[in-house]
């Protein structure tokens, strides 16, 4: 099982990033799907995540409104739109999949996944 996040970088204040997360080796379409971030010396914390159909999301409440989660089950991905970065959004963003047993399941506790990528670094300047 892999999963294969990419698309962090550098952005100013303000801008937007696109991160991608695919999954290899498991049936994408019976998993939620989650986005996390951790900064060093912090504790990881929930970001996003999206239920296995793709019906139901949810969101931490410091990214509410500028960040949305997608999935495209055709191609074992999911996205993270970041809109209005913020400096305070700088982490390592992870993402993870959660064995679901019903459409509309999802977690945002950590211990609740499966399988984790490996991070993607996301800097926002100011």
């Known amino acids: 099982v892999q999963l294969q996040a990419s698309g962090g970088g550098l952005v100013q204040d303000g801008g937007s990033l696109r991160l991608s997360c695919q999954l290899s080796g498991r049936t994408f379409s019976g998993y939620a799907m989650g986005w996390f971030r951790q900064v060093p010396g912090k504790e990881r914390e929930f970001v996003a995540v999206?239920?296995?159909?793709?019906?139901?999301?949810y969101y931490a409440d410091f990214v509410k409104g500028r960040f949305s989660i997608s999935r495209d089950n055709a191609k074992n991905t999911i996205y993270l739109q970041m809109n209005s970065l913020k400096p305070e959004d700088t982490a390592v963003y992870y993402c993870?999949?959660?064995?679901?047993?019903?459409?509309?399941?999802?977690?945002?506790?950590?211990?609740?996944?499966?399988?984790w990528g490996q991070g993607t670094l996301v800097t926002v300047s100011s």
């Open positions: 993870a999949a959660d064995l679901a047993y019903s459409t509309r399941y999802y977690a945002t506790e950590g211990e609740s996944y499966d399988y």
């Open positions: 999206i239920s296995r159909s793709g019906g139901v999301t």
